[in-house]
């Protein structure tokens, strides 16, 4: 089982909702701050929602402040990130990891991902 796998993507039409997951394993989860990330052809992975260990207080770029929610229950070791209203720039390929509190630094190898399309 590799740490991280990321599932819940899909199609949407544009202001539709999408929930994604994130299945962590193989360490600690609530005692990880987490994040997801999200990646464009020709583009970095870009940091785009945060949520603290073991939970409570979470931030947003400011792309996706008041459409997506960060959440995570740690009694299943899962972190979602349920995203409304839904925008054509969202599409991306989505990503979870932990991070470090001081640098952001994502700590454990990357999934594989979950691609999110919005499109008509």
């Known amino acids: 089982q590799a740490p991280l796998v990321e599932s819940g993507g899909g199609l949407a039409q544009p202001g539709g909702s999408l929930r994604l997951s994130c299945a962590a394993s193989?360490?600690?989860?609530?005692?990880?701050?987490m994040a997801w990330y999200r990646q464009v052809p020709a583009k970095e992975r870009e940091l785009i929602a945060s949520?603290?260990?073991?939970?409570?207080?979470?931030n947003y770029v400011d792309a996706v402040k008041g459409r997506f929610t960060i959440s995570r229950d740690n009694a299943q070791d899962t972190l979602y990130l349920q995203m409304d209203s839904l925008k054509p720039e969202d599409t991306a390929v989505y990503y979870c990891n932990a991070v470090s509190t001081s640098t952001t630094l994502p700590l454990f190898p990357w999934g594989q991902g979950t691609q999110v399309t919005v499109s008509t």
């Open positions: 193989r360490f600690s989860f609530a005692l990880y701050n």
């Open positions: 949520i603290e260990s073991p939970g409570g207080n979470s």
